[in-house]
């Protein structure tokens, strides 16, 4: 039975009920949007008191009828403070704040609730310094108009006016904490929203929610992972925002357990699975390695739009499955879904990582003639992306110089990178001058043509550039690897050979791996060493490699026969490339390794991308 549905003995009743029931009748009919029967009961009571007219008026503006409320309100042979304050609210709620403010000056007696509706209106209607006025002048401030002040002057940035009317407060509840904390969040002051939520003396899941979102957001995925575990360990359920926050962040970190957990979760809260959950979902699991789970969720919806298309057609083009992610596109325009912008950058991204040139070339020329979608930067960079790595980078420049828009850093930076891979270093030095001309701070160029150089012994050069990174106080972010063992993520940095608790038992796994790969053929590449240092030197710093590190913690702590799934910061250096394939060979396991660019899967000696990266 609906809880709408009313019985017509109880209906009947009600027209013969003592007002005091009549009026409550009235009040309920409203609240569940059976106006008509509201309306039945009240001009079927002989004598209707302000009682009466006050919840006709109140229904009226529960179900947006404002013009009937308004000839309700008309009609009253007597009105109080209650009366005025639910016809103000009728114009607040419908954006006629003219009205409200013609009614507001009007009113005989006003109380607490009838100001911070009107302060609430004028904050709506963004006059935030006109209901700053009223706000002052207001005689009894509660809890709940200064909350809206709050809000209304963290909308427009004003965060210090705003946190003294909150240590102003007398008192706080929730709202007025969380409102505060989710103004600092809005506008980007993350050690000025945790401060306050860590003196927040009771807290429900919305300040939580607030903190990991903009953990999330902001890039400080372990904040954010970690936070949700305190969460649930505060006995604080997590709710649908914090959950999917929570996703985004085990795809960022490639946390794959943590995933798991949050998406069963998400099952056991019984929370609608739309379109956008699973379009999270395919990406979370994508993201951690998992194409299985991946697809299972796109496979087990039927309704899919264009948004969840591009999640799996993504999630393939990124593990470097040109033929799977390309068959998707073509099924998703036969079953009528029409490609967009983020399709494209998908399936061309596809084609680039696998080498099919001739195929991405022909749906960059159908992306406006046959999909009506104009190409954009981002789509010309996978173009230059495409031809650079199969070695066109004439081809490569003709296209940049014939682009229809302006070549943007993410343009020029695709070919630098296809010079560094081709080692066409008279071009380098034209392509990285205009990007340190759109770039001046991106340290990731100086180090590309850093790379080119020392790739040539042209230390100097090296050197300079260098010196001039020092001048402008920029600094190279180092390489860190990140593997998730016992749903703990652990971190290693370059060069950081101590950190780690268990770092000497590492250290000699990493010796061990280096001894093995050496017998199957290994021989380390000094080039990868972007310092002129002795031979000796350059082996120890290739050995000591993020990447290297994790892959010898993941072989003592992840149990045979279950892949070791490791996240790097920055794209794997070649050096690293041709070791964890053999390191995959001689210890005989599954390591799935996703860099700044694409994933890795090293089985039997070799790699997913067939060497073509």
């Given at each position: 039975?609906?809880?709408?549905f009313?019985?017509r003995?109880?209906?009947?009743?009600?027209?013969?009920?003592?007002f005091?029931?009549?009026?409550?009748?009235?009040?309920?009919?409203a609240?569940?949007?059976?106006?008509?029967?509201?309306?039945?009961?009240?001009?079927?009571l002989?004598?209707?008191?302000?009682?009466?007219?006050?919840?006709?008026?109140?229904?009226?503006?529960?179900?947006?009828m404002?013009?009937?409320?308004?000839?309700a309100?008309?009609?009253?042979?007597?009105?109080?403070v209650?009366?005025?304050?639910?016809?103000?609210?009728?114009?607040?709620?419908e954006?006629?704040?003219?009205?409200?403010?013609?009614?507001?000056s009007?009113?005989?007696?006003?109380?607490?609730?009838s100001?911070?509706v009107?302060?609430?209106?004028?904050?709506?209607?963004?006059?935030?310094?006109e209901a700053?006025?009223?706000?002052?002048?207001?005689?009894?401030?509660?809890?709940?108009?200064?909350?809206?002040?709050?809000?209304?002057?963290?909308?427009?940035?004003?965060?210090?006016?705003?946190?003294?009317?909150?240590?102003e407060?007398?008192?706080?509840?929730?709202?007025a904490?969380?409102?505060?904390?989710n103004g600092?969040v809005i506008?980007?002051?993350?050690?000025?929203?945790?401060?306050?939520?860590?003196?927040?003396?009771?807290?429900?899941?919305?300040?939580?929610?607030?903190?990991?979102?903009?953990?999330?957001?902001?890039?400080f995925?372990?904040?954010?992972?970690?936070?949700f575990?305190?969460?649930?360990?505060?006995?604080?359920?997590?709710?649908?925002p914090?959950?999917?926050?929570?996703?985004?962040?085990?795809?960022?970190?490639a946390?794959?357990n943590?995933g798991?957990?949050?998406?069963?979760?998400?099952?056991?809260?019984?929370?609608?699975?739309?379109?956008?959950?699973c379009?999270?979902?395919?990406?979370?699991?994508?993201?951690c390695?998992?194409?299985?789970?991946?697809?299972?969720v796109?496979?087990?919806f039927?309704?899919k739009?264009?948004v969840m298309?591009?999640?799996?057609?993504?999630?393939?083009a990124?593990h470097g499955l040109?033929?799977?992610a390309?068959?998707?596109?073509?099924?998703?325009?036969?079953s009528?879904?029409?490609?967009d912008?983020v399709?494209?950058?998908g399936v061309?991204?596809?084609?680039?990582?696998?080498?099919?040139?001739?195929e991405?070339?022909?749906?960059?020329e159908?992306?406006k003639?046959k999909?009506?979608?104009n190409?954009?930067?981002?789509h010309?960079?996978?173009?230059?992306?495409?031809?650079?790595?199969?070695?066109?980078?004439?081809?490569?420049?003709n296209?940049?110089?014939?682009?229809?828009v302006e070549?943007d850093?993410?343009?020029?930076?695709a070919?630098?990178?296809?010079?560094?891979?081709h080692?066409?270093?008279?071009m380098?030095?034209?392509?990285?001058?205009?990007l340190?001309?759109?770039?001046?701070?991106?340290?990731?160029?100086?180090?590309?043509?850093?790379?080119?150089?020392?790739?040539?012994?042209?230390?100097?050069?090296?050197a300079?550039?260098r010196?001039?990174?020092?001048v402008?106080s920029?600094?190279?972010?180092?390489?860190?690897?990140?593997i998730?063992?016992?749903?703990?993520v652990?971190?290693?940095?370059?060069?950081d050979?101590?950190?780690?608790?268990?770092h000497?038992?590492?250290?000699?796994m990493?010796?061990k791996l280096?001894?093995l790969?050496?017998?199957?053929?290994?021989?380390?590449?000094?080039?990868f060493?972007?310092?002129?240092?002795?031979?000796?030197?350059?082996?120890?710093?290739?050995?000591?490699?993020?990447?290297?590190?994790?892959?010898?913690?993941?072989i003592?702590?992840?149990?045979?026969?279950?892949?070791?799934?490791?996240?790097?910061?920055?794209?794997?250096?070649?050096?690293?490339?041709?070791?964890?394939?053999?390191?995959?060979k001689?210890?005989?396991?599954?390591?799935?390794?996703?860099?700044?660019?694409?994933?890795?899967h090293?089985?039997?000696?070799?790699?997913?991308?067939?060497?073509?990266?």
């Amino acid at each position: 039975m609906s809880f709408l549905f009313i019985p017509r003995r109880t209906y009947s009743a009600a027209l013969t009920a003592p007002f005091s029931c009549s009026n409550s009748q009235i009040s309920y009919f409203a609240r569940c949007g059976q106006i008509d029967r509201a309306r039945q009961v009240f001009e079927q009571l002989p004598d209707k008191t302000v009682v009466s007219w006050n919840a006709i008026v109140a229904g009226y503006v529960k179900n947006g009828m404002t013009w009937e409320a308004r000839e309700a309100f008309d009609k009253m042979p007597e009105r109080n403070v209650v009366s005025w304050t639910a016809m103000l609210r009728g114009y607040v709620q419908e954006g006629m704040i003219g009205e409200a403010e013609r009614l507001f000056s009007q009113m005989p007696v006003r109380n607490v609730v009838s100001w911070t509706v009107m302060i609430g209106g004028l904050i709506e209607d963004g006059r935030v310094d006109e209901a700053l006025k009223l706000f002052y002048v207001m005689p009894v401030k509660d809890v709940v108009a200064r909350t809206n002040m709050i809000g209304g002057l963290c909308s427009e940035g004003r965060l210090k006016e705003a946190r003294e009317i909150f240590d102003e407060m007398p008192e706080r509840n929730v709202v007025a904490w969380t409102t505060m904390i989710n103004g600092y969040v809005i506008h980007d002051k993350v050690d000025l929203a945790r401060k306050l939520f860590e003196v927040m003396p009771e807290k429900d899941d919305v300040p939580w929610s607030s903190m990991i979102k903009v953990y999330e957001r902001k890039g400080f995925e372990l904040e954010a992972l970690s936070l949700f575990r305190l969460m649930q360990l505060q006995g604080i359920r997590p709710n649908f925002p914090s959950m999917i926050s929570t996703l985004s962040v085990c795809g960022s970190l490639a946390t794959l357990n943590h995933g798991r957990e949050v998406h069963a979760q998400l099952v056991r809260s019984l929370f609608d699975c739309d379109v956008y959950v699973c379009s999270v979902l395919i990406t979370m699991y994508m993201k951690c390695g998992d194409l299985v789970n991946g697809k299972r969720v796109f496979d087990r919806f039927t309704s899919k739009d264009t948004v969840m298309w591009n999640s799996i057609i993504t999630g393939y083009a990124q593990h470097g499955l040109g033929k799977e992610a390309l068959q998707v596109f073509y099924d998703m325009v036969s079953s009528g879904v029409p490609p967009d912008e983020v399709t494209f950058i998908g399936v061309l991204s596809a084609c680039s990582y696998t080498g099919r040139v001739k195929e991405g070339l022909q749906l960059f020329e159908s992306m406006k003639s046959k999909y009506l979608v104009n190409p954009k930067t981002e789509h010309y960079s996978c173009v230059v992306d495409l031809l650079g790595r199969a070695g066109k980078l004439n081809e490569a420049m003709n296209l940049i110089r014939d682009m229809s828009v302006e070549a943007d850093a993410c343009v020029w930076g695709a070919l630098l990178g296809a010079c560094r891979i081709h080692n066409r270093l008279d071009m380098a030095e034209v392509v990285a001058k205009k990007l340190l001309l759109l770039e001046p701070e991106n340290t990731g160029h100086y180090i590309l043509l850093s790379n080119i150089y020392s790739s040539q012994g042209r230390w100097r050069d090296v050197a300079a550039l260098r010196s001039n990174m020092r001048v402008q106080s920029l600094s190279k972010s180092p390489g860190c690897s990140w593997i998730e063992v016992e749903k703990k993520v652990h971190t290693f940095t370059g060069g950081d050979i101590t950190s780690h608790p268990e770092h000497a038992v590492i250290l000699r796994m990493v010796e061990k791996l280096d001894g093995l790969i050496i017998e199957v053929g290994y021989s380390p590449d000094g080039s990868f060493v972007l310092h002129d240092v002795e031979e000796e030197e350059k082996v120890h710093n290739l050995r000591h490699h993020s990447e290297k590190l994790a892959v010898a913690y993941g072989i003592l702590k992840v149990p045979k026969g279950m892949p070791i799934r490791i996240m790097k910061n920055l794209r794997v250096c070649g050096d690293c490339h041709a070791a964890i394939k053999l390191i995959a060979k001689v210890t005989e396991r599954e390591i799935v390794l996703r860099d700044a660019n694409r994933f890795h899967h090293f089985k039997d000696g070799s790699c997913s991308c067939g060497d073509y990266w």
